[in-house]
Nanobody, 127 residues
Framework: QVHLEESGGGSVQAGGSLRLSCAGT????????MAWFRQAPGKGREGVAF???????TYAESVKGRFTISRDNAKDTTYLQMTALKPEDTAMYYCAAGQNPGLCVTYPLREFAYNYWGQGTQVTVSS
């Protein structure tokens, strides 16, 4: 059974940084796609960042230059380093795993490209 667990969320002031982690089990981690999504209150889930098993990445325009996604296949863990945080980054952040590389490469920031989801970790940025 696949299990993804996020950690590292918290409350920071605008301009601050946080690093989220997503540890995966029960999944052929090294061959899959990983992504981070977020959902703010009253809004739909938004794709934030994607990383392929070959290390290639895609970012939402709203976070380009501020967020960095990375992965450590030896530890079955994906990271999201967030810098220069803004109040509009406040959301529940979810990691997602996709086992169809063709699908998640074509649609890297779309929910339907991913098979497994974590429970989320809250990020709150105050002004």
């Amino acid at each position: 059974q696949v299990h993804l667990e996020e950690s590292g969320g918290g409350s920071v002031q605008a301009g601050g940084s946080l690093r989220l982690s997503c540890a995966g089990t029960g999944y052929t981690y090294s061959r899959g796609c990983m992504a981070w999504f977020r959902q703010a209150p009253g809004k739909g889930r938004e794709g934030v960042a994607f990383i392929h098993s070959d290390g290639s990445t895609t970012y939402a325009e709203s976070v380009k230059g501020r967020f960095t996604i990375s992965r450590d296949n030896a530890k079955d863990t994906t990271y999201l380093q967030m810098t220069a945080l803004k109040p509009e980054d406040t959301a529940m952040y979810y990691c997602a795993a996709g086992q169809n590389p063709g699908l998640c490469v074509t649609y890297p920031l779309r929910e339907f490209a991913y098979n497994y989801w974590g429970q989320g970790t809250q990020v709150t940025v105050s002004s």
